[in-house]
C-alpha cells in the first residue's frame, strides 16, 4: 500500500475514479519509470522501486473497497472504534443468506445458488453506491463512521461472493 496513491498516479482524491483514467495514468507513467529504460544500474533500482509503488498505487485504487479505505485513511478520521461494527440487521441477513447457502450448495439447487448470487451482487452494488454518496461530500467524523460501517458491510457481502461455488 502507498502512502497516497492518488499523488502517485497524479490523481484527484475522490471516490468515484473514472477507470479508464486510472488505466491510462497508470500506464503512462509505467512507461516513463519502466527500469528497461535505463542502462544505469542504480537508475534501473530506482526505476524497480517505482514501478512498484505505482503498481501497488493503481491495485489499491482499481478496487472500490480499498479506494475507499485509502480515502478514509488519508481524510485522518480513520479509527479502530468502528472496526467491526455493521449496519443493523446486516449479520442477522447475512446469516440467513449463509444458511439458505449451505442447503442450496448441499441440495445442487443451481436456481437458488442464482438467486443467493444475484442478492449478493447486488447488494454490493448498494453498498458500493452508499460509500459514493458519503465520498461525494466532505468527509467529517459522523460521514466516516458511516463510511466504516458501509465498508464492514461490503467486506461480509464480498465474502460471501468469494465462497459461493462457482466463482
Same mark, same amino acid.
Given at each position: 500500500?502507498?502512502?497516497d496513491?492518488?499523488?502517485?498516479?497524479g490523481?484527484?482524491?475522490?471516490?468515484? &475514479?473514472?477507470?479508464? #483514467?486510472? %488505466?491510462? !495514468?497508470? +500506464?503512462?507513467?509505467?512507461?516513463?519509470?519502466?527500469? $528497461?529504460?535505463?542502462? *544505469?544500474p542504480?537508475?534501473?533500482?530506482?526505476?524497480?522501486?517505482?514501478?512498484?509503488?505505482?503498481?501497488?498505487?493503481?491495485?489499491? &485504487?482499481?478496487?472500490p #473497497?480499498? %479506494?475507499? !479505505?485509502? +480515502?478514509?485513511?488519508l481524510?485522518?478520521?480513520?479509527? $479502530?472504534?468502528?472496526? *467491526?461494527k455493521l449496519?443493523?440487521?446486516l449479520?442477522?441477513?447475512?446469516?440467513?443468506?449463509?444458511?439458505?447457502?449451505?442447503?442450496?450448495?448441499?441440495?445442487?439447487?443451481q436456481?437458488?445458488?442464482?438467486?443467493?448470487?444475484?442478492?449478493?451482487?447486488?447488494?454490493?452494488?448498494?453498498?458500493?453506491?452508499?460509500?459514493?454518496?458519503?465520498?461525494?461530500?466532505?468527509?467529517?467524523?459522523?460521514?466516516?463512521?458511516?463510511?466504516?460501517?458501509?465498508?464492514?458491510?461490503?467486506?461480509?457481502?464480498?465474502?460471501?461472493?468469494?465462497?459461493?461455488?462457482?466463482?
Amino acid at each position: 500500500m502507498t502512502d497516497d496513491p492518488f499523488a502517485t498516479l497524479g490523481l484527484d482524491r475522490r471516490f468515484d &475514479l473514472d477507470e479508464t #483514467e486510472l %488505466r491510462q !495514468r497508470f +500506464l503512462s507513467a509505467s512507461a516513463q519509470a519502466h527500469p $528497461d529504460r535505463f542502462t *544505469d544500474p542504480l537508475d534501473q533500482a530506482d526505476a524497480v522501486e517505482a514501478m512498484s509503488r505505482l503498481t501497488d498505487a493503481h491495485r489499491e &485504487l482499481a478496487d472500490p #473497497e480499498s %479506494r475507499a !479505505r485509502a +480515502l478514509l485513511r488519508l481524510s485522518g478520521l480513520e479509527s $479502530d472504534g468502528d472496526r *467491526d461494527k455493521l449496519p443493523p440487521d446486516l449479520l442477522m441477513q447475512v446469516m440467513e443468506v449463509r444458511e439458505e447457502l449451505e442447503a442450496a450448495v448441499e441440495e445442487n439447487d443451481q436456481g437458488a445458488l442464482e438467486r443467493l448470487r444475484a442478492w449478493a451482487h447486488d447488494e454490493r452494488g448498494q453498498r458500493l453506491s452508499a460509500l459514493a454518496g458519503h465520498f461525494a461530500n466532505t468527509l467529517d467524523a459522523d460521514s466516516a463512521a458511516a463510511v466504516r460501517l458501509e465498508l464492514n458491510a461490503l467486506r461480509y457481502v464480498q465474502r460471501m461472493l468469494e465462497q459461493m461455488p462457482g466463482q
